[in-house]
């Protein structure tokens, strides 16, 4: 699934504000994923440095954990179902 960039900025949008409903933190996201802290960044923005898969394992993380918590995530415009990507 390929992005242009207004994609993009929507959908890094919609990952920071799940990130904000999860309140994780940083240092458990980065534990929980085997992210370092550029990772962490490079994917709920987006950059260069981002990656499907990444991205897709970041969503599907907080998701699970928002609805955990008893609480609904933020809808996603463009990922809206993983069908790309198989991970524990």
Known sequence: MSLNAAQKKQTSLE???NY????LTPETV?????????RLKDNLELNAGSDGESVWRLRDYME??????GRQPYPY???????WYRYN
């Open 30 to 38: 980065e534990a929980q994923l085997g992210f370092d802290p550029k």
């Open 20 to 23: 904000r409903i999860s309140e």
């Open 77 to 83: 415009s463009m990922l809206r179902q993983n069908i």
């Open 64 to 69: 699970k954990k928002i609805r955990e918590q």
């Open 15 to 17: 990952l920071l504000e």
